[in-house]
């Protein structure tokens, strides 16, 4: 399997999440944001970071850049596509994931290892999870408060689009329903707050995040 990982202007997790494909058993080549040609590649990262710098409103530059019209083109033919941070933010600035993501309730960066639950989505990404098995993964954001209208999240809930929610006690910035992540109505589309690159060895605290990037490749074989 082979990852292609975005790169704006202003990323900063792309080499991490290019470590976690590879840890994963995967190749991988970075994607420049220019770029429109995603020929040979078979899964999409939106990695973290400051795309654009988070002017204006986080990733909602880094929406328009070429690259995301291959990745929607992409994500609307079936092929996996995980968005993390400011990935995540990009991808529901992109209309590809519901929702958005807003400033913390502390209005403070925060930066700390804390546990996830598995939500019931089905998505190719949690294909080697268990709904409420619990991952140990770092959070760390300034604008990480997930919030959708009532009638979207009440369609998000009863659809079971929730990917991840974070731990009861655990929710850091005030997010609705606890939720960290959520997957689009097809599955292949997957976003969270948390950062599952960075949970990729054990001499860091946890190699829990290793079971999303190798949940494609496990559907796929």
Known sequence: MIWGVLQFPGSCDERDAQNACELAG?????????????SGIDGIVVPGGFSYGDYLRVGAIARFAPAMNAVADFAAAGGPVLGICNGFQVLCESGLLPGALLTNESTRFICRQGDLVVGDADSPFLSGMSPGETLSIPFKH???R??????ML???EANDQVAFRYAEGQNPNGSLNDIAGVVNEAGNVIGLMPHPEHAV???TGSTDGLKLFRGPARVEA
């Open 26 to 38: 995967a190749e991988t080549r970075l994607v420049w944001h220019e770029e429109t040609d995603l």
């Open 142 to 144: 300034q604008t990480g």
């Open 146 to 151: 997930y919030f959708a209208p009532p009638e």
């Open 154 to 156: 009440e369609q998000i």
């Open 201 to 203: 060895d054990a001499l």
